[in-house]
């Protein structure tokens, strides 16, 4: 299971850090990223994490979001900065064993959703 938290109504330029809580599965055994989707489109990935700590960003975001975890806590983050109004969107984590990057097809847990807005 995967339990998120952070999502806000922010203004542009602003910060907001979103929060994955993991439980029910060994966490140190992910790879983990960090998704969007916004109204009529497709889910797209922001952020990744491997199991290693090797990360990959979506262009879009890339020098603006910070991906980051906590095995020690089961949890994942992602801190994002001068946010802008595009990235209003529907955020959420998920979690699988095997690589996908920022693919979010095949991925094996998801988060409920946390919704961001800036304006």
């Known amino acids: 299971q995967l339990v998120e938290s952070g999502g806000d109504s922010v203004q542009t330029g602003g910060s907001l850090r979103l929060s994955c809580k993991a439980s029910g599965f060994s966490f140190d055994d992910q790879h983990m990223g960090w998704f969007r989707q916004a109204p009529g489109k497709e889910r797209e990935g922001v952020a990744f994490i491997d199991r290693g700590g090797a990360t990959n960003y979506a262009w879009s975001v890339k020098d603006r979001f910070t991906i980051s975890k906590d095995n020690a806590n089961n949890a994942l983050y992602l801190q994002m900065n001068s946010l802008k109004p595009e990235d209003t969107a529907m955020y959420y984590c998920?979690?699988?064993?095997?690589?996908?990057?920022?693919?979010?097809?095949?991925?094996?847990?998801w988060s409920q959703g946390t919704q961001v807005t800036v304006s």
């Open positions: 998920a979690a699988d064993e095997l690589n996908h990057g920022l693919a979010w097809r095949g991925y094996t847990y």
